[in-house]
Nanobody, 124 residues
Framework: QVQLIESGGGLVQAGGSLRLSCAAS????????MAWFRQAPGKEREFVAGISVSGRRTDYSESVKFRFTISRDNPKSTVYLQMNTLRSEDTAVYYC?????????????????WGQGTQVTVSS
């Protein structure tokens, strides 16, 4: 079965950095656009960043643009989220998601598979 396993979360001070990883198995990774979402306590889950199959196309929410970088390593079936200049409002559970696509596209909705999430806590 499809598994998306996130890792790399933790506690960091404001201004610090973290790198999240998501290892995928049970699917043909090269067929899937990948994305990161997050959900803070009491809030709805929101899109953070997405990346196309080739990795040439990326998309970011306004709140993380220029601070976060999404990337992927197709031979390793892994997607990453480098998070810099972290703020207290970045505190959330971060989820990896996969969406089967027919072209080198990105989406903010309609994801097929989800990971269990990894907690990121930013202390101010």
């Amino acid at each position: 079965q499809v598994q998306l396993i996130e890792s790399g979360g933790g506690l960091v001070q404001a201004g610090g950095s973290l790198r999240l990883s998501c290892a995928a198995s049970g699917l043909t990774f090269n067929w899937y656009a990948m994305a990161w979402f997050r959900q803070a306590p009491g809030k709805e889950r929101e899109f953070v960043a997405g990346i196309s199959v080739s990795g040439r196309r990326t998309d970011y929410s306004e709140s993380v643009k220029f601070r976060f970088t999404i990337s992927r390593d197709n031979p390793k079936s892994t997607v990453y989220l480098q998070m810099n200049t972290l703020r207290s409002e970045d505190t959330a559970v971060y989820y990896c998601a996969a969406k089967k696509v027919m072209a080198d596209s990105i989406a903010r909705v309609g994801y097929d598979f989800w990971g269990q999430g990894t907690q990121v806590t930013v202390s101010s």
